[in-house]
């Protein structure tokens, strides 16, 4: 009985870093310009179909893949923020809304119609493998995708802490009027802001890939997840997004087999999303970008 | 060195500023007073540029500068010191100063420039490590108007730069916008503290419901009656 205890605990760990590296994207953007991205979670399919389509194609190993999409990734970020976000970013709330919900339908349907409602995987010869812990199974993709966005997550920590570009994000997160006063471009920074935040999504879709289904709409679950953990974190807290996404990748995990259905796992998930709400709306780290 | 020719601006569509045109001299200080909600910071922001100018031109050595970006103007010089100073508050001291000199131009120069100014703001030097939102009042204001000169501009903004601080730190205050000039900066000042703020002043221009009304030299104004009457409380 332990060991299922242990499983799921390993499982949310494993699953975990992925939240968190998403997550983080959600959180920077929210943090930096206020947006709400919710074609956020979408992004996932643009680092899964171009692994799939490396790996299928090309023969690339997705995780070459994923360092070969960075700049189509950022790309997609910076041309969002340009020609969408960026027109509506001083409009009412429900009209960034709509855009955002906007271009998550686009992307899904995009999909949908190159490339076909099915469900694909890709199969990599070391897709299976595993390791023994105390009687569990800890999956080696799934262990590589967890670590490596920490990593991730990490580095764009020190990025924002360290450089000259991530002291001027910093500074547009603290104070907009402040940022225009000391002569920062802040529609630049808004576009690296989304840029990071799509790299960081697409990223996390491509590493998935060896152990997960790609389908069109799989990145919505992910949006809300996401939401959940920046909520939990504190709206545009980084370190509370790495952390929070741990967190809730353990208790969905948990959910799962405490529940009586699996498929109402995210109702414990939830469940933590509105007591936060309701008891700590400022989420367990607070909501500086730090 | 700078001037407003019949510039109207405000927010959504509201008008605030309405025609208002005026000059600065290079190396002076100019003062505008004028009661609250008359359009002092709106004026100073369309002049920084995060207020779009809607008619009119503003004039920088002769050529406008009234359709550039914010972030222009700053790099041709024109800086802003915000009410409500406006510093990044998780950031440190050290960390907003260097965001003061953002710019290409600036950064390259940014260790001669925190060198010049720490050496006008000494109590900032203390507090480098210290995140600004931890500073009191007087020292953010210091940080604020140290963020500013980190880019060396030929123009300094400062909008109510006093607002708020005990008297002894608003004499400093004072003190170190006169010091600002001797570096040859041009300074406009926006006060509600008329009589300190006329008494540094080379040019002072009294504005009344979105345009200017009375003008003169410090010294002028600070003997003018309806001045003395209606902002001195003499
Ligand atoms: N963001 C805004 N949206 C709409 N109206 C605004 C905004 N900011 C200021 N106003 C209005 O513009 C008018 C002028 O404001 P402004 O801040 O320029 O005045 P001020 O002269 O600087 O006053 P104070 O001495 O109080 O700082 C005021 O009536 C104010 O209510
Ligand atoms: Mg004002």
Redesign the interface.
């Known amino acids: 009985m332990a060991t299922v205890y242990l499983q799921a605990l390993i499982s949310g760990i494993l699953i975990g870093g992925v939240f968190s590296l998403i997550s983080v994207g959600l959180t920077l953007t929210f943090g930096v310009m206020k947006i709400k991205n919710f074609a956020h979670g979408d992004f996932l399919i643009v680092g899964m179909y171009f692994a799939f389509f490396c790996y299928t194609l090309l023969g690339i190993d997705p995780y070459l893949a994923a360092i070969l999409g960075l700049p189509i990734f950022f790309g997609l970020g910076w041309i969002i923020q340009k020609f969408l976000i960026r027109p509506v970013l001083y409009a009412p709330e429900t009209i960034k809304i709509l855009v955002t919900v906007g271009i998550s339908l686009c992307l899904q349907n995009i999909a949908v119609f190159f490339f076909s409602p099915d469900f694909q995987t890709v199969q990599v010869a070391y897709g299976s493998n595993t390791v023994e812990f105390f009687g569990a199974r800890i999956s080696l993709t799934r262990l590589a995708a967890t670590a490596l966005a920490v990593v991730v997550v990490i580095g764009l920590y020190q990025f924002l802490m360290k450089t000259?570009t991530g002291?001027?994000i910093?500074?547009c997160a603290?104070?907009g009027?402040?940022?225009?006063?000391?002569?920062?471009?802040?529609?630049r920074i808004y576009k690296i802001a989304l840029g990071i935040s799509t790299v960081c999504v697409c990223l996390a879709g491509a590493m998935m890939t060896p152990f997960f289904y790609i389908s069109p709409t799989v990145g919505l679950s992910f949006t809300l997840t996401a939401f959940v953990v920046v909520v939990l974190g504190g709206l545009g807290n980084l370190k509370g997004a790495l952390i929070g996404g741990f967190i809730i990748g353990v208790v969905e995990s948990f959910g799962e087999i405490l529940m009586p259905e699996a498929a109402l796992k995210q109702v414990a998930t939830f469940t933590i999303f509105t007591l936060i709400l309701l008891f700590r709306p400022t989420g367990l780290f607070g909501t500086?970008?730090? | 060195m700078l001037e407003l020719r019949q510039v109207t601006s405000g927010y959504e569509d509201i008008e605030i500023v309405k025609g208002l045109s005026l000059k600065l001299d290079e190396g002076s200080i100019t003062t505008i007073i004028g009661s609250n909600g008359v359009g002092k910071t709106t004026t100073i922001r369309t002049i920084a540029g995060l207020n779009k100018t809607w008619t009119g031109e503003i004039l920088f050595r002769n050529s406008p500068i009234q359709k550039l970006k914010p972030f222009e103007r700053v790099e041709m010089g024109i800086v802003m010191v915000p009410e409500g100073r406006r510093l990044f508050p998780s950031l440190t001291v050290e960390e907003n100063l260097l965001l003061g000199a953002f710019n290409p131009t600036a950064a390259k120069q940014a260790d001669q420039n925190m060198e010049m100014v720490l050496e006008l703001f000494p109590r900032v030097r203390e507090r480098l490590d210290q995140y600004a939102g931890t500073l009191s009042g007087g020292e953010q204001q210091m940080v604020a108007i140290s963020r500013g000169l980190m880019s060396r501009p030929k123009i300094l903004m400062l909008d109510e730069p006093s607002l708020g601080l005990a008297p002894i730190i608003v004499q400093q205050i004072f003190d170190l916008i006169a010091e600002v000039k001797k570096l040859g900066t041009t300074v406009l000042l926006v006060e509600q503290n008329v009589q300190k703020s006329l008494s540094i002043s080379d040019y002072a221009w009294v504005m009344e419901n979105g345009n200017v009304t009375i003008n003169g030299t410090g010294p002028e104004l600070m003997v003018n009656p309806e001045v003395k009457k209606a902002y001195l409380g003499l």
């Open positions: 000259r002291r001027a910093r500074a603290e104070d009027d402040g940022a225009l006063a000391v002569g920062i471009d802040i529609d500086k970008l730090t």
